[in-house]
């Protein structure tokens, strides 16, 4: 096979050509008809496993084909297409990892999909702290931080690591790597925003740098529909086992079919992408040296062992207005960012857009910038240190499967929680189940709360806690 075949595509095209009378799943049988009109051909498209395509759970025919060549193309010994997202490859390369009651030792920015797992598989949590930077921005973890904790807990098996962040941090995966592989343990890659990296930047790529498992989703950057993602193994490990527990029995064959199509859609435009991506960003940075408010992030402003994916674009206020001001200006004038914290708005650079993108996102941050010029600058004065990590009392499958009390924030400090509570975006947990809520957690939820953000897992600003 060679990269600009796509045979999951052709497979679901043969498919629609027979033009059979399906008596068979999805219930709509193919026809755009009713609500489903408005999504034309799309309707023929929505098959599972039908005659001929193949079966998720059993790959051997076009859904093998288009994983390895996905594998071949990404550089990886094997792939797993995914339609349940990252958070369906966080799953099983953790649950492959790791068996009950063994160590995974994750930074304290992973995403929920990781607490999840630990849940699942009644993993045992040992948790990093994350660097701030001087202005707020959640770093990661260094070398040094993973060899002192790895040579203090001989225990762990396995290592979980996010590259990049939600915002664009890079840690240094290949400093990291080379201390997972003097320690002996399993390198897990969260590269669930860094799926282009093996396209566009190979050598940041973490399974050229050699990681054992590597999750990238695809819908984030890559332009395969929303929920499909890939699950890359360099190991002897069988993550399959567990995708075949997690994901559904009835695969949407567009979302796997969009993979194969992305896939070999970025084969064949790389370097045209990759310039793409290099001129958005050159036009949002001269744009924006001519505002007053509004900067640019980049490498230069983190600390040296950290790096930056230059396909995002992190802005804030050099005069003080919070990230959701800087959202409500933009969406004022026409434009939605990827999310908004107290400080950053996030913009993603992809290889798509209109053809008028740069002039009217231009257009757009002056704009912005004037209305910025006339609004009283509201950043809330949240701390800018992490959190400290929280007591556990519980590992989370025992917290999962307590009994649960809603209480108000106050009367639930020194309690044991029983949910995750995610500031969202950017969805990175600040206390998971089996944590004890400390004072200074409610200080800061409180904070947050009053300042405009919001809060997964609160329920009318209830807590959810274990009935002890
Ligand atoms: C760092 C990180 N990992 C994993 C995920 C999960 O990805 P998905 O939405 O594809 O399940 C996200 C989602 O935003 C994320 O930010």
């Known amino acids: 096979m060679n990269k600009q075949q796509t045979p999951l595509v052709d497979a679901l095209a043969a498919y629609i050509d027979k033009n059979r009378l399906r008596q068979h799943m999805p219930g709509h049988k193919g026809e755009a008809a009713g609500w489903l009109a408005q999504f034309g051909a799309l309707s023929a498209w929505d098959v599972t496993e039908a005659d001929g395509l193949d079966d998720l759970h059993a790959p051997e025919g076009a859904i093998a084909e288009a994983a390895a060549l996905l594998a071949q193309a990404v550089g990886a ?5 995914l339609v349940n997202g990252a958070t369906v490859g966080i799953q099983a390369a953790i649950l492959a990892a790791c068996a009950p009651g063994e160590t995974l030792l994750l930074p304290r920015n992973a995403h929920r999909a990781a607490w999840s797992a630990l849940a699942l598989g009644d993993i045992s949590p040992l948790w990093l702290p994350v660097a701030m930077s001087d202005d707020g921005l959640p770093l990661g973890i260094t ?17 979980f690591l996010v590259y990049p962040s939600f915002y664009g941090v890079c840690v240094d995966m290949a400093g990291l790597l080379a201390v997972c592989r003097r320690h002996g343990v399993i390198s897990i890659v969260d590269e669930a925003h860094g799926a282009h990296f093996p396209f566009i930047s190979p050598q940041k790529s973490a399974v050229r740098l050699g990681a054992d498992l590597v999750i990238d989703s695809w819908h984030k950057s890559m332009g395969s529909l929303g929920q499909t993602a890939v699950l890359l193994n360099n190991t002897d490990l069988q993550p399959e086992r567990w995708l075949t527990l997690l994901q559904t029995s009835s695969p949407s064959y567009p ?19 990759a310039q793409k991506i290099a001129a958005d960003r ?6 924006l040296r001519q505002t007053a408010n509004l900067r640019l992030v980049g490498a230069d402003d983190l600390p040296q062992c950290y790096n930056y994916d230059e396909t995002k674009t992190l802005l804030y206020s050099v005069c003080g207005h919070s990230g959701w001001q800087i959202a409500d200006v933009l969406r004022e004038v026409g434009v939605e960012p990827e999310f908004a914290d107290n400080r950053h708005v996030l913009f993603l650079l992809t290889y798509a857009g209109p053809e008028d993108e740069r002039q009217r996102l231009a257009a757009a941050l002056l704009a912005a910038d ?6 009283k600058p509201q950043q809330a004065v949240l701390p800018l240190q992490q959190m400290p990590l929280p007591d556990a009392k519980l590992r989370p499958f025992a917290a999962a499967h307590a009994p649960v009390e809603w209480l108000p924030m106050q009367q639930a400090v020194g309690r044991v929680a029983a949910g995750l509570i995610t500031p969202y975006p950017p969805g990175i947990p600040w206390i998971g ?6 004072a200074g957690l409610v200080v800061r939820l409180a904070e947050l709360l009053a300042a405009g953000g919001r809060v997964q897992g609160l329920r009318d600003n209830l807590l959810p806690v274990i009935i002890a």
């Open 77 to 81: 010994r094997q792939a797993h297409l």
């Open 143 to 159: 070398p040094l931080q993973l060899d002192e904790a790895l040579t203090a807990d001989p225990q762990v098996k396995a290592v």
């Open 255 to 273: 979302l796997l079919a969009s993979l194969d199509a992305a896939r070999a859609d970025w084969c064949a435009y790389t370097e045209e992408r």
């Open 282 to 287: 050159k036009n949002l940075a001269d744009t």
């Open 370 to 375: 004037k209305l910025l010029d006339e609004l």
């Open 433 to 438: 189940p089996g944590e004890v809520v400390s």
